[in-house]
């Protein structure tokens, strides 16, 4: 059922990059004359199609769902052109013309990422409150003297609302290895101190892991509280009760809710003294997991419900600010994309952070079971990086296309036919390898569970 889900969840998504991706070539074209022969999402032999329009335009659905393409009259040189129609043939345009029908595909693509923005940036996102907390010692974090419970509200003198905004700035400021100023607000009372976190003495291994969690920004997470508890089962008969706090587990400090499932877990049979405070008071019970078989493993289970979920606050824009926010986000996005991709081919960051389609697939199903906003989020993310991998000045590619044009306006004549065919060659060898790399990484990360 999960791999249905996910698969849906995957070729949904794609089939809307694509469509729109498609969709900007197609209005491109259309504006600027040119006569459109075929809208193909997938590629091999069309499955479905249909005519349609003055032009009796061939609109189909082909069996290979990973891309598409716009099949423009007069677009293969070999072609014949009836002479009534050359008016309308893509090679018949202007230099000018013709790169803009290019350029429209990526830039449908990073339209569709600042409306998706627009659109949740207005609908309003839930997300954790950017609380930090207690930073390990010996962290940069730690060094600059940052409590469990601070809240930053200003990264740089940017405002931040929620944790993404605050993990999205740090971010950044680690790819680029800079100090940042953050303004903190501390304690109930909400008093406001001032920090710096020094980036630049992170590693390249430091900044493809967890760069910020390596400076000692965490997120904060409270003491797990159990929400239920079931009739007869070890935590009911040890006296725990409903809205306990858990804090240690045989006198070990208890970091969040996976830490007190997997001690559980792991200690069938075994008498466990748990540490708790029920409202102001604090009392220690002992558990004894029982013993619980599945698929051939066994695992302890005391049948209580534990909630160590931070703090929420609903982000929500008005128009203005959502347009302003999701523009800015797309901008930053892009520039990062090419940020990275130019460090992979200088070697500062290594290929495994390049993903495939089954990553992809894999995070449209789990952002699918999370929720509509969390799924259009993701689709806006890869939105924006279709469209900044297609704008890549690699033949084959609509930024390849580019490259040919832009020539052709410095010489003023187009770009010799065994420049272009040694190209295509060139690129195709270069988006192979990438796609194998991409999947290689896929499998690796599938395997390494």
Known sequence: ???????????????????????????????????????????????????????????????????????????????????????????????????????????????????????????????????????????????????????????????????????????QAAHDRRKVDLEIKRGAGAELVFASLDFSTLTESDVEGDAVGKMGIRLFRPSPRVVSVEAGSPAGQSGIEVGDVVLKVDARQITGGDDFVRTMRANAGRDLVIELRRASTFLSVTVRPSRVESSGQAYGRIGAGIDDRPALVQVVYNPGEALVKAVTHTWEMSIFSLKMLGRMIAGEVSWRNLSGPVTIADYAGKTARLGATYYLNFIALVSISLGVLNLLPIPVLDGGYLLYYSVEAIRSKPVPAAWMEFGTKFGLVIVVIAMSLALFNDISRLFAG
Request: proline share 4%; hydrophobic share 50%; net charge neutral.
């Open 1 to 171: 059922m999960n791999f249905l889900h996910t698969l849906v969840a995957f070729v949904l998504a794609l089939g809307v990059l694509i469509a729109f991706h498609e969709f900007g070539h197609y209005l491109a074209a259309r504006m600027c004359g040119v006569k459109v022969l075929r809208y193909c999402l997938g590629f091999g032999s069309p499955i479905l199609s249909r005519r349609w329009g003055r032009d009796q335009t061939e609109w189909a659905i082909a069996a290979f769902p990973l891309g598409g393409y716009v099949k423009l009259l007069g677009q293969d040189p070999d072609e014949v052109v009836p002479v009534d129609e050359m008016h309308r043939s893509f090679l018949a345009q202007s230099v000018g013309k013709r790169m803009w029908i290019i350029i429209a595909g990526p830039l449908a693509n990073l339209l569709l990422a600042v409306m998706l923005y627009w659109g949740l940036n207005l609908y309003g996102i839930e997300e954790p409150v950017a609380r930090i907390a207690e930073p390990v010692a010996g962290t940069t974090a730690a060094r600059a003297q940052l409590r469990a419970g601070d809240t930053i509200s200003s990264v740089d003198g940017r405002l931040v609302r929620s944790w993404g905004d605050l993990s999205w700035n740090l971010l």
